[in-house]
């Protein structure tokens, strides 16, 4: 009511009032709605990364399963070899989780402060914990599962008949 009185006595075109404490109640509410986007985008992602990593997994131990029958020749139990396969996955979940995590703070921090000139606003920084960590468990489970389990379906395989390509 305060803003609305203001404005009809100011006539000035160089003059504004705005009422800041409910413009920010609104870029909460935006701020919200986004992130339960993004949550939900992130899921999906995460679901096709897991069909992807499903996918490709079996083939890529189906090509070394050579190198797993020799592995178990020489001695090594095949819960070690599969542990290999795991921390394959593990290592390339993590090298793509540290790459986006550093390319995707580069742009938001970039975006922001080119949005904070325009509209004159303070810089915050607002790191998306509660987008991050779930998406980061959800990883490592899809790493994990997606891995294992194809590695395990070779473990039952006799190691000649591995070796034989059967």
Known sequence: QLTNALNVYI??????????????????????MLNIFFVVVAVIAGLLCFFVLWLSFPANVNENSWEF????????????????????AF???LASVILGLIIGLVVATMMTAQ?????QLPFT???????F??????????AFIGSYVPASVIRRKP????LKGM
């Open 115 to 119: 949005f904070n000139m325009f509209t």
């Open 11 to 32: 006539n000035d075109d160089l003059t504004t009032v705005a009422d800041v404490k409910s413009t920010m109640e609104t870029m909460d509410n935006t701020l919200s």
């Open 69 to 88: 029958a020799v592995l178990r020749s020489v001695g090594i139990t095949a819960a070690r070899v599969i542990s290999l396969y795991v921390y394959e």
């Open 125 to 131: 920084f607002g790191f998306p914990s509660t987008l």
């Open 91 to 93: 290592a390339i979940v």
């Open 159 to 162: 190691i000649s008949g591995v």
């Open 133 to 142: 960590f779930p998406v980061l468990a959800m990883c490592i489970i899809i």
